[in-house]
Each structure stands twice: as structure tokens, then as C-alpha cells.
């Protein structure tokens, strides 16, 4: 059976203003992504709807800097047409530099799960336009992560892959979590022992005074 289209809140507008103007090619990829998700899965598939709706969700600021390229005075463009003016358009507005910058300041939150922080490595990664991704937040994990237990294993393993690592990072967080619930299951038992010790000497201080 063929899937059946769906209502959704559209993407937010993308934002181009005197403010947000300098990170407009860093955002674009990101945004044009969610903008095809939404096409998607509203089963939106005729090429001039599909280029209406971009303009439209992209708001006032961005179409008319697609209409002012003067390449669709008969509305012939299609999407992907209107996609790459818009690309060629924000293309200069990059500054890859800054973001691998940034990408390399990174570093893994005290409560953050290794999972969480490769999330966050990834999205940083794909505005540093990187070869290979993978190597890069490898990297970055060995200088940002927070387990210094980690680090050693990562070095000990020759040539030892992203999903390697994920891996030993989700055994170890899992032993520790293991270890957490003994340690406070035998604290609870150890308090709950020491109540039932002080309430019998009670009760047998009672029983002697009578």
C-alpha cells in the first residue's frame, strides 16, 4: 500500500536579517533539509507546489531574493532550479573556517551521554564541510570526551571505529549505572538493617524497665 500523506507544522521561516545574515550558509543545508522532510511526508510531489511552498515556509526576505535573480518572469523555474539560485545565493555567506573552529572547541557535558555529544559533533560537522565526518569527531571525542577511562581504551584499540567507540562508551555507562543500583540497593539494605537493630534494642530497653 502507497503511504498516506500527513498534516504537519512546516519548517520555521528561515531567518535573514542584518543579524543572522553572516551564519545564512551554515543554516541553509540544515533548513532546505527539514523543507524537504515536510514535502515528504505531506505527499507534496508536483514540482511548481513543491517550489511555492518552499518560497512561502522560507518567507518574504528569501523569496524576494530569488525573484530579484530575474530567472522566473514566466514562473517556469522548477524547485530544484529555485533551489540551486538560492544556494548559489548563500554559498558565499560560509565561513568554514570559524565553524571547524568551533567544532574544534567541543567538549562532552558532565551529565551528556557520549551518544548525545556525537549527535552535536555530527550537526556541528556537517557546516565544517568535512572529508570524512567519521575521523573528525573520532577526533574530537578523544580531546572533548569527559571519561578519561575512555580515552585510554580508544588509544589502546588500533584503528578502532566511531561505532567502536560508541559501543564501549554505551558498555561502560552501562556498568556504572549497574554498579549505582547495587551500591544504593546495599545502602538501602544496610539503613534498613540498622533501623530494625535499633528498634529491637529498643524495644528490649522497654521490656527491661518494666
Not at 565561513?95 to 571547524?100: A, E, G, K, N, S
Not at 567538549?107 to 564541510?129: H, I, N, P, T
Not at 552501562?174 to 545502602?187: C, L, S, V, Y
Request: aromatic fraction near 6%.
Amino acid at each position: 500500500a502507497s503511504a498516506r500523506p500527513v498534516s504537519l507544522e512546516p519548517p520555521p521561516r528561515f531567518s535573514y536579517d542584518d543579524e543572522s545574515r553572516h551564519t545564512a550558509g551554515q543554516r541553509w543545508p540544515l533548513w532546505l533539509r527539514q523543507v524537504r522532510l515536510y514535502l515528504s511526508a505531506c505527499g507534496i510531489t508536483e514540482d511548481k507546489q513543491k517550489k511555492h511552498v518552499l518560497l512561502h515556509i522560507a518567507g518574504p526576505a528569501v523569496s524576494n531574493i530569488f525573484y530579484s535573480k530575474a530567472v522566473d518572469s514566466n514562473d517556469s523555474a522548477t524547485f530544484d532550479e529555485t533551489v540551486r539560485v538560492l544556494e548559489q545565493h548563500f554559498a558565499p555567506m560560509k565561513d568554514i573556517d570559524f565553524q571547524v573552529f568551533k567544532f574544534g572547541k567541543m567538549a562532552q557535558g558532565e551529565l551528556e551521554s557520549l551518544d548525545d555529544f556525537v549527535v552535536r559533533l555530527r550537526r556541528a560537522a556537517e557546516a565544517c564541510e568535512f572529508a570524512n565526518a567519521d575521523v573528525e569527531i573520532k577526533r574530537q571525542i578523544l580531546q572533548g570526551c569527559k571519561s578519561n577511562q575512555l580515552r585510554e581504551d580508544i588509544l589502546k584499540k588500533a584503528n578502532c571505529s566511531l561505532d567502536d567507540i560508541l559501543n564501549m562508551a554505551r558498555t561502560a555507562e552501562h556498568a556504572r549505572m549497574q554498579a549505582k543500583a547495587i551500591g544504593e540497593a546495599k545502602a538501602t539494605v544496610k539503613t534498613s538493617t540498622v533501623a530494625t537493630v535499633q528498634q529491637q534494642q529498643r524495644q528490649q530497653r522497654q521490656h527491661q524497665q518494666k
